[in-house]
Structure formats: structure tokens, C-alpha cells
């Protein structure tokens, strides 16, 4: 590696560190976006699927002879045709097989039993509900204690050698110090509590247009994609398709969440339409079919133990996970953990011992634990870690604040090897926490709140204080399905110094666009508005792993710099060239390469970029252009201290947010207008996850919440006013110190809120209340508290 | 969500709306602003063959007081009323209330009282308040009492062929209040819990006439009316108002489900009703 260059740029440049406005929101505020409900082929069909109304049941028949005849329907496509071409089932990212369209069983409501393929969207969805299937009822399996209970039906009865609905048993840590660290401790606290399972909700659900030419054989496939390399890897796989005759375009994105990472049943059945029709098949999902069918995030039922010492410090963590899994086993996640990276449950203390264990089981819900903006079960863990270090400091009668302060990792304890295995790269939690606390107003607030209390009002105060483990790989210990996790970026740069950056990852609203050109903008000096950022598209963009996990900026935005460094370099040996002087002697800094000593013996980034075109040095190659492939030695570790101040209704249970008071630590922020955006976003899903939001289910397995008047999204009205605080521990192996972002306000804001809640029943002895938070749950705890 | 198909008719004049109703027969459905309509179509919950659109329907969206009552168009928007400085009481106290902005701008309040849907807030305020409801069908026009035109879950007691084309309100002379307390989960939800509250006062104080009515907790909205009876007659208090606020939550029926359970929907009620008739009183004293 290169030393690390001056990159601080004048706006007219606009690199990193200036909120340089998005450069993609013109197209998509003016309605030019191109999104995928937006393409539009020749001869293209529609496609309409027809769901399973119950949760469970034996198919006895399929009658789809009254769709076959209304007319415009092209055909019906059932298990049986996709089991001829040996695509009933395909597998999972997690090593499990799914069924595309069912034949033996539907396993729950919604899963996918026959297409509709015709003319108009509308002919599609009238024929879909006409489609009659022969079901015998079988009893649905709603939970996982449930599931895993001995007399309760198999749920995978097709899989060999599957007998029980265990999906699998996983532990990190080490069992026999946490045990001698319990049997030793002075003090034992526990919390129960459950994670429910949600949506991410994307306000564009997911969608295909497959155009398979019958001809060339090459297969356009037009992808709501948050990873289309990696799709277009794993279609190859699936439908036995040769990869260079697959084209994965991932248009426009309307906001992904994870839910766009995995292959849907659609996505495969919409290609085989394809494929055997010779024409292009357009399929996109309802509401109703995203929110039922697709990936769900958590669904966690979680047990944690702290082991404390007689001054409060805590010396072992256990937890204990039984995960909701659905009917497949279909969480997006690396290869070696069954359970994400959980085990990062350790959170932000300093914990001699730690052991986790968890468990899955399927049940009769939709398949797909995806990390719903979150890297890998992380938001589970750090929900987990928040309450239980508030609920320590309750029963040993702390403040949270101080229990948190006395049992931190310290700044100089990192480079910090946890007990489960991560090494935490950077950080100085202390200095966050505190320079939140002074901006709430802790003490004051504690004072407030003793009074409130004498008056009868109910005010609460609920720390969150999270670290998040983001960015894979490293490849050696990251894969998803057997890819491997490092990321790239493709640079050239034309004669005139206007660059073209692309990209391996693919924003979905994240800010790709605008931010990886501040990052060649800071690396080479050219302005910001002269690169172009294309990414989403497999024939013209360098492999990669894809936009999730908070990766993209750790990975692809490690390889902008390394590649953005290899032209610096090349850069050099020109500039040496024009300005006759030894390339040893040849500074960069902000667009201008200059002869050390004699700065105005100089010649622009422009001027080099002319002349790898027209006046060339003997010896170098032509063009001014690269690619890097960058594996991140490590995951990055960003954290945040977050403070919620709320007021209890002690009438009826309502609680309202009175202060938000959010401070971030991501290392080096490329763009801090963007970076507090997702911050904002963050920060909204926490508090819908906290107050309002939740998918369940009725005894029978029937979705409650398929739409958006049952499943809640918040609106700005409900939503708080944020106060953003952020400090800046730069990560040490990231090539310009930064980490990622994107997910650090979800992971570490429903800790805060329900803290917060908790806090202001703390006082009658009031330890959880399981999310949402409903009003009716505060009023029962605080009915059978007094 | 794509609907079913159907036949759409865009009548010009009310007449042309009720033959076009008649012709339609049972399956025919009123398009007015249709925010509960449309996505019951497209959620294939509703599949009518045939929708009259009566929003090209010239003076139909009147908003004005005459007569001592507030008359309220088929096609007035729940925007309107917000916007409108002739409501009072717990009418303009809802209004802000409903739905959302997207909702209020194009949805109406005639329309959401025919879908006579427990959770829709317009039914307990007109309950509370004494209003009654235009109907005009083959036969013309009539007046329904609006306890009598609510009938049951979505049930209205409209004849065939007859359509809502007015509500009105009364305007009590004298000191007069009203509120609508209403507990939503976000905006744009249906209430878990709403409580109308209407309060008149004689020239000594004393409450001279009241009403109560309740929306989400029962299979109707409710009319609370032995709390009514408890308030009529007496002078307004802190335990007058805690026992028809006992009243009201004892006649309220809530189930339990994905908003809360039964028992403490039933402590809203209570607490709502307590809270909507201080205010009702705070502003008949104000004048």
C-alpha cells in the first residue's frame, strides 16, 4: 500500500468531507429515474403469481384450467412444469433448498403455487385468482418453542433424514471459562426478551423483467438487485445458464434493506417463462405479495445472562438464541455463522468470558431472514447487549450510564479481541458517551425526572450505546453461498481528465453516485462533476459482492482509493515526464502534481490524462485507467451513544419521544450530509420497530400486517426531531479511515427507545416490555406493577 | 394490487346518478373520493361491476350553515372542513383527525358515513352531535336520523337505488363544545380508540343536553347513551364526568387484537371520554 495522500480538495473539487449535494437526486426527484416498473420490451408478457391462502397443507390438485382460458393468458405454469425442467426447488443462500412452485406442500401463507403469464398485468391477476387448488389441511406451526416441541408435525418432511423442525445448532465463545466466570460471580442478571419479526419494506418491491432470446440464448435480466454479480453467479448455478451469456442490469433501485439480496421464486419462474415463451415476462410484486411473501428480518427469541462482580463489573456473557427461521432456511448470510454475526453480542464491553448459543427451527411463516439493514443478525445483538447492561444496572442499583462508563472497552485497549473473535479496529466509547450525555443533559434529566415522579409523571431516560461489526470480508473468513466478500472498482480516465468510476457494489439510495466520485475526487483532484459513477450492470462493471451489510464503503470504497492510487502512481511517472524532473520528486495534492521544492513546476490532473493519450513517456502502456480488487483486512467497527428522553401517559400507556440525541462514530464521513440522511433513516426504522412495527401471525399461520394499513410505516408526523452528535476515531486499516454507516441507526436505536420506555417504569419494577412497545403492553406493566 | 374489472359511470347530475344506481342493481357502488373504495378493489375485497362517479355532480360539494345546521355535500372533502371556518364543536375537532392529508384532500365525510365502517371517525361525531342524513333515491329525497341510518358492521339502511347527498349537523343555539379524542397508531391509521364528545348548556350551567359516541369498540359506532343520561340535567363536575366516562367504557364493546387488548382499550374509552368532555365543557364555558 501507498502512504496515505493528502486528501483534503477545495469545494470546486468536492471531496471527501464536503456535503456535496446527490448527484442522482435530479433524475429521481424529476421523475427520470429508471426504475424497473420502467422498462418496457417488445411482445414483453406479464406475470401474476397465485399464493397459498393457508399455512400449511397437503396439495391434492391443481385445477388452472378457468385461468388457462380467460382470454390474453399465455400460460399457467405450475410445480409439476418447473419439476420437468428441474427447477421445482432451487437453493438458498444459506445452504438450503426452496421451492420455486410448490408440488408437494405449501409450508405457508403466501408461499408460491402457480404463475399466470398474459398480456396485461390485469388479465394476469383476474386469471391467478381463478386458479383452484385441492388442499388437505395440515396443522400450522406458528413459533419456534412450538416447532421444536415433540409432537409437532414436520415441517420439511421432503428433506432426507429430517425428522424434527431443528434447523440447526450453532455456538461461538468459550463455554467452560463463562461457566467458571458465572460460578464465581457475586452477582447473576438475566433478561428475556424478543425481537419481533418485520419487513424491510422497501417503498419499490422486488421485480424481474427476464428477456431470454431464443435465438443467441443470452439472457437480459432486468433485476431489483442490491448484489447482481452475485446473482448473476448464482442464475448460472441455478438455471444452468452460461454466465457469459447472462446479463444481471439492476436498474434504479427503490430502496433495498436487504430485502433485495436473495433470489426469489418469481425471479426464477419469470426466466423459465422466458426462456420457454421466447419472450421478455415482466413480473413485480404487489404490497401484499413483498410483505408476505419476501425477506423478513429477526424473529428472535433471546435470552441473556451478565455474570457481575461485588463493584458492578461484569466478567462473563451468556446468550441464548431460538430463531424463527419460516420454512426454508434462506437467511442472507456468510457461510461459517448460522446465526450472522451474533455473536457480536458482546457489544461494547469489556468481557473477560462470553458463550452463545443458538438455535433455528422452521416454522409455518415466509423463509428469508435477511439482515434488514443490518449486518448479519448484528441489530438482534446489540438489542440484546443494550437491555441487558440497563437491566444490571437496575438490579445493582447503577445509574446505566455509569455501569457503561465503568465497564467499557477502554481506548487503549484496542485493537480489541473480543471473546467471540472479532477484533474491534478502533474506538473511544468513553469520550462518546459522555459528549452525548453532556448534550442531553444527563444530570439535569435525572433531576427532572425524580420530580416528575413525586408529581406522578412518568419520565424516562434509555441509553443505547452499540458497535457494530460491518464491512466484510476479509475473504478468508467472509463468503456468501461460496462467493467470497471483497469488493472493486474500475477506473478510466479520458483524455479530457472526465473519469468514469465503476463499481462492483450498487447503491439503492444510498448515495453510490456522489460519494465513491468524492473518494477519486480526494485521491486524484478531479472535480466531483466530472465522474461519472456506473454501477448495477455485469457486463459493465468489475465482479463484486454487492450493496449490504454497511460493505460498500469499507470494501468498494477501499478499492475506489486503491485504484484511484494506481493512476496517482502512473501519474506520477507522466508528471515526471512533462515537467522533466525524477518521478521520485513529484507531489499530488488536490488535482496538481508538482516538483517538490519548486511548486510552481507543476502540471494538473488534466494535463496527465491528455498526455497518457497523446504524450506518453517511453516505456508505459497507454490510458489512464485501472480496476482494484480490494479484500479488507478486517470488518470495521463503527458505534454510536444514543439518548432518548420520553414521557409516559400513565393514563393509557402512550409515550411520546421528548429528545433523540444521537451520536455516531463511523471513522472519516466522505459526505456528512449523506452520511446524517442515513443516519435520519436509521434512526425512523428504529423508532417504527420500537413503537409500532411488527409482522404476526393468528394460530392458523394467516400474515397479519400484508399491507401497509396493518404493517406501519411511520410518517414524519409520528417521527422525532433528531439531534446529531458524531466524534471521529478513523479506522486504521480502512484506506481513508472510514467505516461503514448505513446501518448503524437501526442497529443501535430500538435499544435506546425501549430503554428509554423502560426507564420511566423502572422505579415499580418494570424490566421489559417486548417489542413494539404498545401502548397497551406499558399500561398492562404498569397495571400489574402497582 | 390490481382490481377486478368493472364499468365505470361519471353521472352529471344527481338524477342521472340514481337511475344510473337503479340500472346498476345490487352490485352498483357510489365512486365519490373513494379512499376506502378504491383499496378494497385492490384488494379484492370489493368487486362491484359497476362504479358512479358522482364527483362531476355540479354543487354537490356544498359546505354552508343554514337553519340552525351545518350542511355538509356528498362531495365536500374532509379537506374542507379542516380548511372551513363554519364547523364547530366535535366536527372540527375531528376533522383533523382523519386519515391523512392525501386521504382528506380527496376523501369525503358523506362518503365514510354510508361506509358505515366501526373504525371510520365521521359516524361517532354525527352520533354524538344528533345529525341527520340526506338520502335522495327513485322515490326523492328523505331525512334519516343518523342512529337510524347506521344499521350495522357496513351496513347502512339505504334503500336500493339511494345515495347520501347531504349530512347536517345541528347547530345548537346556546353554549355549546365538543371534541373528538382519537388514539391512532400513526397517522393515516384507522383509530384504536375515538370518543365523541358533545356538550349544551342551559343558562344556569347545568348541561342541557350531550352526547357521546364511540368509534373501534364496538361492531358499530356506539352511541354511549346511559352516559348521556347520567350528564343531562346535572351541572358539570370531575365526578359527573368520571362516571359517564364509567358508562361509556362499560357500554363499549373492544376486542382484542394487533392494536391492543380488549381491557385497556376499554381504559381508553374511559380516560377519552373524561378527557373529551372536559374539553367540550372548557369551550361551552369559553362561549
Known amino acids: 500500500m501507498t502512504a496515505t495522500p493528502d486528501l483534503s480538495t477545495p469545494p470546486e473539487i468536492g471531496g471527501i468531507g464536503h456535503s456535496v449535494l446527490r448527484r442522482e437526486d435530479d433524475r429521481l426527484i424529476e421523475g427520470q429515474g429508471d426504475f424497473l416498473d420502467d422498462v418496457v420490451l417488445p411482445g414483453m408478457l406479464h406475470m401474476a403469481i397465485h399464493r397459498s391462502p393457508v399455512a400449511h397443507a397437503r396439495i391434492r390438485g391443481i385445477d388452472s384450467s378457468a385461468a388457462s382460458a380467460v382470454d390474453g393468458v399465455v400460460a399457467v405454469v405450475t410445480g409439476e412444469l418447473m419439476a420437468a425442467h428441474n427447477l421445482a426447488w432451487m437453493p438458498t443462500l444459506s445452504g438450503d433448498t426452496q421451492a420455486v412452485l410448490a408440488t408437494d406442500k405449501v409450508r405457508y401463507q403466501g408461499q408460491e403455487v402457480a404463475a399466470v403469464i398474459a398480456t396485461d398485468p390485469y388479465v394476469a391477476a383476474d386469471a391467478a385468482a381463478l386458479i383452484e387448488v385441492d388442499y388437505e389441511m395440515l396443522p400450522a406451526v406458528t413459533g419456534p418453542q412450538q416447532s421444536l416441541s415433540a409432537d409437532a408435525p414436520v415441517i420439511r418432511d421432503e428433506k432426507e433424514g429430517q425428522t424434527d423442525n431443528l434447523v440447526y445448532t450453532w455456538e461461538s465463545g468459550d463455554a467452560e471459562a463463562t461457566d467458571a466466570a458465572f460460578e464465581s460471580a457475586a452477582r447473576v442478571v438475566s433478561l428475556d426478551t424478543f425481537y419481533p419479526r418485520s419487513h424491510p419494506a422497501p417503498l419499490e418491491t422486488c421485480g424481474i423483467v427476464a428477456d431470454v432470446n431464443s435465438v443467441t440464448g443470452q439472457a437480459t435480466v432486468y433485476l431489483t438487485s442490491q448484489a447482481p454479480h452475485a446473482h448473476r453467479t448464482l442464475f448460472a448455478l441455478v438455471a444452468g445458464l452460461p454466465e457469459q451469456n447472462i446479463r444481471i442490469i439492476s436498474p434504479d433501485i427503490g430502496g433495498g434493506f436487504g430485502n433485495k439480496v436473495p433470489i426469489y421464486p418469481g425471479y426464477v419462474v419469470a426466466t423459465a417463462a422466458s426462456l420457454l415463451l421466447g419472450t421478455p415476462v415482466k413480473w413485480i410484486e404487489s404490497r401484499s405479495d413483498n410483505l408476505i411473501s419476501t425477506g423478513f428480518g429477526r424473529d428472535y427469541h433471546m435470552r441473556g445472562e451478565l455474570a457481575l462482580d461485588g463493584d458492578g463489573r461484569i466478567l462473563a456473557l451468556r446468550a441464548d438464541v431460538l430463531s424463527d427461521q419460516g420454512a426454508f432456511y434462506s437467511d442472507a448470510q456468510p457461510t461459517q455463522f448460522r446465526a450472522g454475526l451474533f455473536h457480536v453480542v458482546t457489544g461494547s464491553y469489556d468481557f473477560p468470558a462470553a458463550h452463545v448459543t443458538c438455535r433455528g427451527a422452521f416454522t409455518n411463516k415466509a423463509p428469508g431472514g435477511v439482515a434488514y439493514r443490518c449486518s448479519f443478525r448484528i441489530t438482534e445483538a446489540s438489542y440484546l447487549i443494550e437491555r441487558l447492561v440497563q437491566t444490571a444496572a437496575y438490579e445493582i442499583g447503577m445509574d446505566p450510564a455509569d455501569f457503561r462508563l465503568l465497564n467499557f472497552i477502554r481506548e487503549d485497549q484496542f485493537p480489541y479481541t473480543t471473546p467471540t473473535g472479532f477484533v474491534y479496529d478502533s474506538g473511544d466509547y468513553h469520550t462518546a458517551l459522555r459528549k452525548a450525555m453532556d448534550e442531553v443533559g444527563y444530570a439535569e434529566l435525572r433531576a427532572e425526572q425524580a420530580a416528575a415522579r413525586a408529581e406522578g409523571r412518568l419520565l424516562g431516560i434509555g441509553i443505547a450505546h452499540f458497535t457494530e461489526a460491518v464491512g466484510a470480508g476479509p475473504s478468508r473468513t467472509y463468503d456468501i453461498a461460496g462467493l467470497k466478500m471483497f469488493d472493486s472498482a474500475e477506473l478510466r480516465v479520458h483524455p479530457t481528465g472526465k473519469a468514469i468510476l465503476k463499481l462492483g457494489v450498487k447503491t439503492q439510495g444510498q448515495g453510490h453516485e456522489t460519494t465513491f466520485a468524492q473518494i477519486v475526487a480526494s485521491e486524484l483532484g478531479i472535480p466531483v462533476t466530472d465522474i461519472k459513477v456506473v454501477h448495477g450492470d455485469t457486463d459493465n462493471t468489475p465482479y463484486g459482492l454487492g450493496t449490504y451489510a454497511s460493505r460498500s464503503t469499507p470494501t468498494a470504497g477501499g478499492a475506489t482509493s486503491m485504484v484511484s492510487r494506481k493512476l496517482a502512481d502512473k501519474g506520477r511517472k507522466i508528471a515526471a515526464h512533462l515537467l522533466e524532473a525524477a518521478e521520485a520528486d513529484i507531489d499530488l495534492a488536490a488535482g496538481t502534481f508538482s516538483v517538490r521544492g519548486t511548486p510552481e513546476r507543476s502540471v494538473t490532473i488534466q494535463e496527465v490524462a491528455f498526455a497518457a493519450y497523446t504524450n506518453m513517456p517511453e516505456g508505459l502502456e497507454h490510458g489512464f485507467e485501472g480496476v482494484s480488487y480490494y479484500d479488507p483486512p478486517n470488518l470495521t467497527f463503527p458505534y454510536g451513544s444514543y439518548i432518548v428522553v420520553v414521557e409516559v401517559d400513565a393514563e393509557t400507556g402512550v409515550w411520546k419521544v421528548d429528545r433523540m440525541v444521537a451520536l455516531d462514530d463511523c471513522g472519516v464521513r466522505i459526505n456528512p450530509m449523506i452520511v446524517e440522511g442515513q443516519i435520519h433513516g436509521g434512526l425512523t426504522e428504529g423508532f417504527a420497530k420500537s413503537s409500532m412495527q411488527w409482522i404476526t401471525f393468528d394460530e392458523d399461520g394467516n400474515c397479519i400486517g400484508s399491507n401497509f394499513m396493518d404493517y406501519l410505516v411511520p410518517t414524519a408526523w409520528e417521527t422525532p426531531r433528531f439531534e446529531l452528535l458524531e466524534t471521529c476515531v478513523p479506522s486504521p486499516h480502512h484506506p481513508i479511515g472510514a467505516k461503514g454507516v448505513g446501518e448503524s441507526a437501526t442497529v443501535g436505536s430500538p435499544a435506546a427507545y425501549v430503554n428509554a420506555v423502560i426507564d420511566a417504569l423502572a422505579h415499580l419494577g418494570v424490566r421489559n416490555i417486548d417489542m413494539p412497545v404498545l401502548p397497551d403492553r406499558v399500561w398492562d406493566a404498569l397495571e400489574s406493577a402497582s | ?287
Request: aromatic residues 4%.
Open chain 2, 1 to 287: 394490487m390490481y382490481p377486478p374489472s368493472f364499468d365505470l359511470t361519471v353521472a352529471r347530475s344527481v338524477a342521472e346518478a340514481v337511475d344510473a344506481l337503479a340500472e346498476g342493481g345490487e352490485d352498483a357502488r357510489i365512486l365519490a373520493g373513494g379512499q376506502s373504495l378504491i383499496p378494497m378493489l385492490k384488494l379484492r375485497f370489493a368487486a362491484p361491476s359497476l362504479l358512479v362517479d358522482i364527483n362531476e355532480i355540479a354543487g354537490l360539494d356544498l359546505l354552508e350553515r343554514t337553519n340552525g345546521h351545518l350542511r355538509i355535500g356528498a362531495t365536500a372533502r374532509h379537506a374542507d372542513i379542516v380548511a372551513s371556518d363554519l364547523p364547530g364543536g366535535a366536527v372540527a375537532s375531528a376533522a383533523p383527525w382523519i386519515s391523512d392529508p392525501l386521504v382528506r384532500n380527496r376523501g369525503t365525510v358523506c362518503g365514510s358515513v354510508a361506509h358505515c365502517d366501526p373504525e371510520g371517525d365521521w359516524n361517532s361525531v354525527l352520533l354524538a352531535t344528533g345529525a341527520t342524513v340526506v338520502a335522495t333515491g327513485p322515490g326523492g329525497e328523505r331525512s334519516i336520523d343518523i342512529g337510524d341510518f347506521v344499521v350495522d358492521f357496513f351496513t347502512n339502511s339505504l334503500a336500493p337505488g339511494e345515495m347520501v347527498t347531504e349530512v347536517h349537523v345541528p347547530v345548537p343555539a346556546g353554549a355549546s363544545g365538543g371534541a373528538y379524542m382519537k388514539l391512532e397508531r400513526k397517522v393515516g391509521d384507522y383509530a384504536t380508540v375515538g370518543v365523541a364528545t358533545h356538550l349544551e348548556l342551559g343558562g344556569d350551567g347545568t348541561i342541557s343536553a350531550a352526547g357521546i359516541a364511540m368509534t373501534s369498540v364496538a361492531p358499530v359506532n356506539r352511541k354511549a347513551s346511559d352516559a348521556e343520561a347520567l350528564l343531562v340535567g346535572e351541572a358539570p363536575g370531575d365526578e359527573l364526568f368520571a362516571a359517564a366516562a364509567e358508562a361509556a367504557a362499560a357500554a363499549s364493546e373492544p376486542r382484542s387484537d394487533v392494536r391492543g387488548s380488549a381491557e385497556w382499550k376499554r381504559n381508553v374509552v374511559r380516560v377519552y371520554t373524561r378527557r373529551g368532555l372536559e374539553a367540550a365543557l372548557a369551550q361551552a364555558q369559553a362561549g
